[in-house]
Every structure is written in structure tokens, then in C-alpha cells.
Antibody, heavy 122, light 110 residues
Framework: QVQLVESGGGLAEPGGSLSLSCAASGFTFSDNYMSWIRQAPGKGLEWVSYISSSSSFTNYADSVKGRFTISRDNAKNLLYLQMNNLRVEDTAVYYC???????????????WGQGTLVTVSS | QSALTQPASVSGSPGQSITISCTGTSTDVGYYNFVSWFQQHPGKAPKLMIYDVSNRPSGVSNRFSGSKSGNTASLTISGLQAEDEADYYCNSYTISTTVVFGGGTKLTVL
């Protein structure tokens, strides 16, 4: 079955960096768009970024553009999120998610990981 | 990238039907038929319930249905059950090729 396992969360200082990973299994990773979504404590869901199956296209929420970079390694079935210049407001659980294969939307997330907590604090 | 508008809370009794609205603009909900709905129980990851306005993924109960009119999408849950109590989020693909979520709706089963 589809499994998505995030890692790399933790504590970072404002202005610092963290790198998240998401290990995928149970499906043909190289066929699917993938995305990162976050949820601040007690708050709603916020889309962060997505990447096309071949990495040819990426997009970002305005709140992270220029600071976060999404990438993938299809040979290793890994999705990444490099987070630089972190802010207190980036504190959240970060989920990786698989995009539905037969949807024209990059927002149809049919499988989610369990999430990894990123805390930005001095 | 303004968030889509959802009611903060809705409630219903077991067996009843409820509808949750999701209002956007002509550049997101109104532009594409690319609205999704997610259910999230406390401490759990979200679960996809509806995608592309009205498509149900395999394994999702047919008590859940989606529709759209203009800039507003709706999720209807019929035959309300206790286990439906959760937070529900909509999202939409946008004309800018980004994704925007709604603020979420807490469903209480009375």
C-alpha cells in the first residue's frame, strides 16, 4: 500500500535552515506530482509547494517563495523540502502528499504522510 | 492567494444531511472544476473525500458528495454518523497554478 514517511523536522532558530525528506513507497513515485502542505498548531491546512513528476515544474505559496525549495529524486523515491531563512510563523506540522494521478489538479492529495513537526524559535 | 471561505462550524443529528460551503472567486473555484475536500480527525493526517468537485476516491462512502455552482463548492454528507465528526477542508487549484485551502469547518454530530 502507499506509504509516505516524512523526516527531518525539529527545532530551528529564526533565520536558520532545515531540510525535510519524504520517503515514498507502494506506488510508482516517478509518475506522480508530489506536494508539501503544512498545518500550524491549532490552525488550518496551508499548501506550501508542489513538484511535477519529472521535476520540470514547481510552484510555491507566496509565504515561502524565495525561501523554500522543493525537489525530488525519482531513483530513490524521495521528496525534499529545503527551508531557509526560517521564520517563527513557519512553525507547523509539515505533510508530504501524493497528487491523484487522474486529476488535472495539483491539489488533489490522495495520500498523506503522518507529518513532521518543525518548530522555529529562539 | 486568499483563503477560500468556509463556515467555522456546522452541526447535525445522526441520520440527517448537512452541507458545507466553500466560497472562492472566479480565479480559483469558479475557474476550474478542481475542488477537493478533506476530512481530518484530531491528531490525524487529512483524508481525501472528494476531488475534481464531485469524484469520490475508492473506499470513500457514497454518503459524501460534492458539487459546485459558480464560485461556491459544496460538500454534502447524508445519513450523518458519529464518526463523521471531524474538521473538513476544501481546496482549489487556481488560475495561477497554485493551490489554496479553505479555513476549515468543524462538524459536530449532535
Amino acid at each position: 500500500q502507499v506509504q509516505l514517511v516524512e523526516s527531518g523536522g525539529g527545532l530551528a532558530e529564526p533565520g536558520g535552515s532545515l531540510s525535510l525528506s519524504c520517503a515514498a513507497s507502494g506506488f510508482t513515485f516517478s509518475d506522480n506530482y508530489m506536494s508539501w502542505i503544512r498545518q500550524a498548531p491549532g490552525k488550518g491546512l496551508e499548501w506550501v509547494s508542489y513538484i511535477s513528476s519529472s521535476s520540470s515544474f514547481t510552484n510555491y505559496a507566496d509565504s515561502v517563495k524565495g525561501r523554500f525549495t522543493i525537489s525530488r529524486d525519482n531513483a530513490k523515491n524521495l521528496l525534499y523540502l529545503q527551508m531557509n531563512n526560517l521564520r517563527v510563523e513557519d512553525t507547523a506540522v509539515y505533510y508530504c502528499a501524493k497528487v491523484v494521478g487522474d486529476s488535472g489538479s495539483a491539489g488533489s492529495f490522495d495520500h498523506w504522510g503522518q507529518g513532521t513537526l518543525v518548530t522555529v524559535s529562539s | 492567494q486568499s483563503a477560500l471561505t468556509q463556515p467555522a462550524s456546522v452541526s447535525g443529528s445522526p441520520g440527517q444531511s448537512i452541507t458545507i460551503s466553500c466560497t472562492g472567486t472566479s480565479t480559483d473555484v469558479g475557474y476550474y472544476n478542481f475542488v477537493s475536500w478533506f476530512q481530518q480527525h484530531p491528531g490525524k493526517a487529512p483524508k481525501l473525500m472528494i476531488y475534481d468537485v464531485s469524484n469520490r476516491p475508492s473506499g470513500v462512502s457514497n454518503r459524501f458528495s460534492g458539487s459546485k455552482s459558480g464560485n461556491t463548492a459544496s460538500l454534502t454528507i447524508s445519513g450523518l454518523q458519529a464518526e463523521d465528526e471531524a474538521d473538513y477542508y476544501c481546496n482549489s487549484y487556481t488560475i495561477s497554478t497554485t493551490v489554496v485551502f479553505g479555513g476549515g469547518t468543524k462538524l459536530t454530530v449532535l
